[in-house]
């Protein structure tokens, strides 16, 4: 007989190929760029040449004068809509926002802000016409290192923010750490540098606004990773008209990586003209626009102190970062750097003092927010770095100083004492265990020993790591200081049809997870209906249950548990409805396998088809039930999830060019259950090869003047597959007691873990040349450098 | 305004276009074929790839001009309507795509590649696509789905 806890899941656990592909394959997807509108209007912008300058005059005469072209607007034209909102204001920063507007207003900050929007019939005639608009500049002085910025006499980038300074913000306890380090006989410190990354989604940001004059409504296709909250942030806050006015579109995003979170300027100037000009808008970025204008991440200086016993004990962590933010906050920026960030700085380690200083700086660049990972990529970078730098500086073997230090099984949950919630659930020494099994620690020791002897510098860097997803509760992040300025639930409405399929709109927003697939087999298992039976639908304002989109690893743990509380209540409102269809008491009714039936007598079941049918015609319902199988669940989960692992790599690096060659990759990642182990999988490569491309090559760079150098593909060097090694993956399985489906969250856990991985192989590798320390990328210059002591 | 004539995935069109039109530009907006991407504006990025006679070509480099009397094949094209090129299936099956913005360039160009090297190996795959950058998958997977369709291609039933 079958019953609800006997029952095997059908796709849960499976390996499924994804239902999003066919289209994706055959080139039918429909990304931005491929939304065609009657009469629409095509923009190319003009932007600033300068870092930072006073704009003197604008003249488009010539522009409107060449044919096609509609319109030229300048920021003068737009000062009826408000800036773009700052929506994290973690670190008390209110005093100092500064945010950008829909196109500059007498004064740029960056390389690439925006000055003017050319409308034309076609873009290469906007492209045109963009040249042919004259700017006069007054330049002034710039400034792009955080540290400098915050100098006395340093050029100023905003009146109401003295020396620079967005925010002063700590974490930690400060005399108790201070007196951990009075006390310690060992003290290794290090500057670390978390250079800058660029996202790069290979499909860059654009809008296509439409205005209805008739109705006063607004229609916006965007590459956002979250529409909903774009809808907000753009009525409420830019444009001040009702929410209702506007509906936002996603539609397939060709990856986001967290730049396609933010709220932009295109997304306002767009609108502004589609509403201006009664005519459709469309905006794209050109790779190299992308690469100046949108959210760049990362860029942190910081001193880092960690001190111990000699029997490899860590007793304490001091951090005092200054953290470059850009030429004004993006959306979540100040969020990034400190409650993503110094709350986890300690890692996977139970370290007993730890302290965590952060200065937020403007500086004369692009602005910074969230990357994959955001903040804890930078926590787990500096921590596995300081941990290997004390486990050299005693002589200790690496895997030994992480395994002494580990966080115990039984501490958990536990509170690392930096104002983070408790950490859900943990067992880290089976995972670093089994990464050391499959790398075959001890031989490649002996390996190691042995090509040393001949000249051969072959190194190994362990990484552990933890992080924090499905970032909430709200009460948390938004009452208790965190500065968020919204919730961070997530929703989900499920239906039942009359023909008994099943519709489920979410509020996340896949672009690339394939969480079509994995929730609609949550979906299949949970309701017992046919996996073909099951649609998933996203991205669209106008139809889904308001949500705060895809990113933080947030969407299966609480997108998906939003879904499971709804496919509950749907059950629940099934068995009543089966009691009544089958004269039972619903007590009696248990539903297993797509069917209702009274327990001990499955003959008699009534199909979820049956049920739906019944609930939609309506003729006989139990007393008070309303008609329909349609319920919506709002998920606020009571604790973010933190997902951790081992990662090891192994590299050989040539004394003669400093190239390094990164041999093995290998991850063991616990990210609890795992729904669809080849989407999975997937999630965490592509991390991997992100966080060895910080390691290994990508680095955003700018002159004194905040001329971007790295300003296209050409010269920011993203990794090809050749570049990349074979990965090879594992999994521990520690369930999340956070939330039912016992899922941790996998979109960021590579990058998290990948960058010191490597960095820490390439020391051990240089090791017998005395070098301790380096800053990424480890380019050849840099290793030559490095083990030529020209730091 | 130049007039050309040529055959997109079997079809023969004839059409005026400007000079400057890039094939990229020219098959998205006046054909309406829009599988074919767009990634960059220094030719590195290889979303645009489209075969040009059989051979593969970053269509972002390549005016519409220069393809008068040339056969173009893009993504849509690849295998007849309702069925899939076996590298299709073998980034379906393995999962070599994620958000597919970069996949019909890829697919284009792995399908040049095991046309000139039918049994690469891994290594020869990872260089034969470094002319395309995939964001996503970390490449894993993408050098899986083509070793796996090009040892289908070559069995004697394919
Ligand atoms: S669009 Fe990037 S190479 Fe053609
Ligand atoms: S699948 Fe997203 S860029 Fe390759």
Known sequence: MTTESDLKPRYVGQSMKRREDPQLITGRGTYLDDIKLPAMLHVALVRSPYAHAQITAIDARRALNRRGVVAVFTGQDMLDINPLPCAWQAGRVTNHVNTPRALAVDTVRHVGEPVAMVLAEDRYVARDAADMVDVSYEPLPAVVDARDAIQPGAPQLHANAPNNIVMEWEAGDRAKTDAAFAQAEVVVAEPIINQRLIPTPMETRGTVARYDAATGEFTVWMTSQAPHVMRLLLTAFVFGIPETKLRCISPHIGGGFGQKIFCYNDMAFTMWAARKLGRPVKFVEERSENYRASTHGRDHITDAELCGRRDGTITGLRVKTHANLGAYLSTIAPGIPTTLYGRIITGVYAIPAAYCHVTGVYTNTAMVDAYRGAGRPEASYLIERMVDRFAAEIGMDPAEVRRKNFIQPDQFPYENGLGLLPYDSGNYAPALDKALEMVGYADFRALQAEARTQGRYVGLGISSYVEICGVAPSAWIGLAGEGWGAGLFESANVRVHLTGKVVVTTGSLPHGQGLETTFAQIVADELGVPYADVEIEWGDTQGTPFGYGTYGSRSLTVGGTAIKKSLDKIKAKAKRLAAHMLEANADDIEFADGKAFVRGAPAQAKTLAEIALQASVAYSLPEGMEPFLDETSYYDPPNCTFPFGTHIGIVEVDPETGHVDLQRYIAVDDCGNLINPLVVEGQIHGGIVQGIAQALYEQAIYDTNGQLLTGTLLDYAIPTAAMAPHIETAHTITPSPVNPLGVKGAGEAGTIGAAQCVMNAIIDALAPLGVKHMQMPATPERVWKAIHKEL | ?158
């Not at chain 2, 023969?12 to 074929?33: A, C, G, I, K, M």
């Not at chain 2, 899939?84 to 073998?90: I, V, Y």
């Open chain 2, 1 to 158: 305004m130049t007039k050309i004539t040529l055959t997109v995935n079997g079809t023969r069109y004839t059409r005026d276009v400007e000079p400057r039109t890039l094939l990229v530009h020219f098959l998205r907006e006046q054909l309406n074929l829009t599988g074919t991407h767009i990634g960059c504006d220094t030719s590195q990025c290889g979303a645009c790839v489209v075969h040009l006679n059989g051979v593969s070509v970053k269509s972002c480099t390549t005016l519409a001009v220069q393809c008068d009397g040339a056969e173009i094949t893009t993504i849509e094209g690849l295998a007849p309507e309702g069925t899939l090129h076996p590298l299709q299936e073998a980034f379906w099956e393995l999962h070599g795509l994620q958000c597919g913005y970069c996949t019909p360039g890829m697919i284009m160009s792995a399908a040049d590649l095991l046309a000139k090297n039918p049994h690469p190996t891994p290594s020869e795959i990872r260089h034969g696509l470094e002319g395309n950058l995939c964001r996503c998958t970390g490449y894993e997977n993408i050098v899986r789905a083509v070793s796996s369709a090009a040892e289908k291609m070559g069995s004697p039933d394919a």
